[in-house]
């Protein structure tokens, strides 16, 4: 079983950016990050797949979040950007067995703790 371990949570303000990062004990297929705030469901944010060629962004992060991956050491990236209140939740990083990217949360078996994000306005 891949471990993940999710980094580089923290409080900001809006407009502000920060970096998550998301640990693999091992190689993984595809990756994604999702998010959760309290009382709603699991969202997908951004994806990438195996060799890190093809991404995929959820509409209400399009232009602002950025993922990257970096095999040779096995990590996993979330740029954002202009960040807003909407963007506060948990954020987990999941991975899959499976080398192309899915937004749908049960491909992914691999799941990390989570890191929390908060945005002040």
């Known amino acids: 079983q891949v471990q993940l371990v999710e980094s580089g949570g923290g409080t900001v303000q809006a407009g502000d950016s920060l970096r998550l990062s998301c640990a693999a004990s091992?190689?993984?297929?595809?990756m994604a990050w999702f998010r959760q705030a309290p009382g709603k469901e699991r969202e997908f944010v951004a994806g990438?797949?195996?060799?890190?060629?093809?991404?995929t962004v959820a509409d209400s992060v399009l232009g602002r979040f950025t993922v990257s991956r970096d095999n040779a050491k096995n990590t996993l990236s979330l740029h954002m950007n202009s960040l807003k209140p909407e963007d506060s939740a948990v954020y987990y990083c999941?991975?899959?067995?499976?080398?192309?990217?899915?937004?749908?949360?049960?491909?992914?078996?691999?799941w990390g703790q989570g890191t929390q994000v908060t945005v002040s306005s």
């Open positions: 999941g991975g899959s067995k499976h080398l192309i990217l899915d937004i749908n949360e049960d491909v992914y078996t691999y």
């Open positions: 091992g190689r993984t297929g595809a």
């Open positions: 990438i797949s195996s060799r890190g060629d093809t991404t």
